[in-house]
């Protein structure tokens, strides 16, 4: 693999570090210890009553998000 095609691959899996950070470092109303991604996955996953497919197709769309489109998405999401 040449330095293009390795910086193409990088590219389509780069995603927005606030995603890997925990809930209660990003979110002042959170306790949550897990990573952003987690609490987004989990939610799903008991929404779509344990269908892995379908909360992979809904927590997709998160990983392209700018830090800013993600923290009002996961806000409205899961703030109680």
């Not at 040449?2 to 780069?14: I, M, N, P, Q, T």
């Given at each position: 693999?040449?330095?293009?095609?390795?910086?193409?691959?990088?590219?389509?899996?780069?995603h927005?570090?606030?995603?890997?950070?925990?809930?209660s470092?990003?979110?002042?109303?959170?306790?949550?210890?897990?990573?952003?991604?987690?609490?987004?996955?989990n939610?799903?996953?008991?929404?779509?009553?344990?269908?892995?497919?379908?909360?992979?197709?809904?927590?997709?769309?998160?990983?392209?998000?700018?830090?800013?489109?993600?923290?009002?998405?996961?806000?409205?999401?899961?703030?109680?």
């Amino acid at each position: 693999m040449d330095k293009a095609e390795a910086e193409k691959l990088d590219k389509k899996f780069e995603h927005s570090q606030l995603i890997d950070e925990k809930m209660s470092d990003v979110f002042d109303w959170s306790k949550d210890d897990n990573p952003v991604r987690d609490a987004i996955w989990n939610h799903y996953m008991e929404a779509d009553n344990h269908d892995t497919m379908k909360t992979a197709d809904e927590v997709e769309p998160y990983l392209d998000m700018s830090d800013d489109d993600l923290k009002a998405k996961v806000t409205s999401l899961l703030k109680k």
